[in-house]
């Protein structure tokens, strides 16, 4: 029987149909027992989620009349009246049995640039998903609101949705994976994906949506800038001035906070401000309760008088702020809501591994959000990416926390045969860090002359003729960092990271290993930026035997329906054993269990425990 979308007379969800639904009952089954099974048919559900207006054409407060809208922004005819809230948009495979009625079968082909983070070099490659979808007429079935009231229905289904939704750019698209079997329901489908509409082309009768992972909002530039500029002259002890912009329904600056008024020979002026009026006739702010001459003691101008026509910058201070509250301000100024954060990993993240790390920095040339996190990576070593969960995480590569449980892989159990191997990465290997600090103020940040300050830490075991009798050098422009103390903490967490350089292990698994039930088994759900011990031929002791190393997730691709790639990197921090400081009560060191070990115990004067191992250094 073949159905077409649109078709009316067709009993959805009967027994006869029992991939669409089906009551739920005997021989259900969770997404994490399909995923083991043998012989099973996957399944893709796109939503896309557009703006839509909740009102009626023609019904107060919507005083609109002729042809009806089709309750969107871009076919509102009564703008006074809109009230935005989403519709979704429900696509499968065209390819495979319809899970469930309402869905329009159009989609043809997924394609998928995974998360990839590299430690490295301090960025991470964010996702990128290419959907392409086939463009065929379309009755406008549950999209047109007024459909009963067209004469006629014509056109194909995207060059329809693209001219209604042409403010389409940036909205949310969601991808969630499933099986066709019987009593499997939309509500049983996991998260997949969840990202941004960056574009949508279409050619013949093919439209292809090009998808952009949640980080891509950070190309957006923090801060905004700014075309105001002083109306008339200010001497230092002005309390107000008048600011002229191009005329807008809002000023480009913020209720209260901070500005830079350029200065007529040198430094700008940093100044407070708490209170600006605007007026949209004429594009003035009136800029009042004003502070003067602010964060001189980082260099910046004293109050002092400024020519007519001087550019007026908003700047954003973060002052004695942790890092990790930085980042996630960066995240929400851009547009990113606390929703799609993991706050909780980054308030632990916080409090576990960066409380030590304190900034105050000026930003006072507007650009991309994204070049501000990738300087936080470097000079904190941490890595910023949008986990599989859909939500935006944060982590410092420290070593191993003490009483952690991992997914152990292996070659007898998990990995594919003949799919793994190592690269030493010998080019991310360092030997010294020059780390330089204390930016100057109203420069880039990109340069040695933009910064006052330098600290040189030298691993000269590394560099000796008996070790790898090589100098690999690597520069940190520290834009974050003020003093000696911090630039020096971080330069020396940097070479004990990288001193021995980052191995790299590629493998595959297949779907049970890298995936499953994220609620009833989160133990088999391996992700980017987990922490797993491996065990594998590939890597071996001095003596032959397969070692166990803990390594992590940089990157997980699925190369066919039931199998997965993982890149891996060692997580090894340097030599020796890192200390954690012991619960009250623990008992002696000669009396600890393994388990207990893991934390710090005192060493003797040599260094060495009672054992005769190594002591304990701090990370």
Known sequence: MGIRWGETGVKWGGPEWPQWGGPAGWGRKTYGELVKMISRIPSTLIIITLDYCTRTFGTSPCLATGTKCYNTYPTCKYLSAYNKTTKDYKFTLREKPLP??????????????STEIQPDEAVTIDHRVTLVFYDEPDSDVGIDPYLADRSSVQGTFWRKLKARNSNYKGRQVRIKKGFIYTGFMESDYVDYFLGVIDNIEIQGGIAKLIIKGLLQVTNEEYPKSCDGTIKTAITSGSTSFIVVEKPFSTTQYTATGYVYIESDTGIPEIVYYGSRSYGSGTGETTFSTLTRGQYTSLGWQAA??????KKVQQVIIFDNQNIVDVTKAILNAVGI?????????????????????NVTRILHKPQKAK???????????????????????????????????????NDEANIIHQSVSVDD?????????????????????????????????????????????????????????????????????????FRDGVKIIPFDLELKDSSGDPVTAPETFLKVGDVFELTTAALQDIDGTATMKRY??????????????????????????????????????????????????????????????DGYKIW
């Open 100 to 113: 469930f009625p309402g869905h329009r079968p159009y989609l043809k082909t997924e394609q998928y640039l």
């Open 371 to 409: 070049q501000y996190l990738k300087e936080i990576k470097e000079q904190f070593i941490v890595s910023i990416w949008q986990g599989e969960d859909m939500k935006i995480k944060i982590k410092h590569l420290g070593p191993a926390i003490p009483g952690q449980t991992y997914y152990t892989i």
């Open 425 to 497: 990465n010998n080019e991310s290997r360092v030997t010294r860090v020059i780390f330089y600090h204390s930016q100057l103020p109203d420069t880039a940040g990109t340069d040695a002359k933009d910064f006052s300050g330098v600290v040189v830490n030298i691993d000269s075991t590394s560099e000796g003729v008996d070790s790898y009798n090589e100098k690999k050098e690597k520069i940190v422009y520290g834009t974050w960092i003020q003093g000696n103390t911090l630039a020096g903490t971080t330069g020396k967490k940097i070479l004990t990271r």
């Open 337 to 357: 809501s606390d929703t799609y954060i993991d706050t909780t990993q980054f308030t632990n993240e916080k409090n576990v591994w960066l409380s030590w790390a």
């Open 304 to 309: 002092t008088s400024h020519n007519a026509n």
């Open 552 to 613: 992590h997730v940089v990157k997980k691709e699925q190369k066919t329906p039931g199998r997965f790639a993982l890149k891996t990197m060692d997580s090894k921090i340097g030599d020796g054993r890192w200390g954690f400081i012991a619960p009250a009560g623990y008992p002696d060191y000669s009396s600890a269990t393994t388990a207990q070990k893991e934390y710090a115990f005192t060493s003797d004067s040599a260094g060495k425990m009672s054992d005769g191992t």
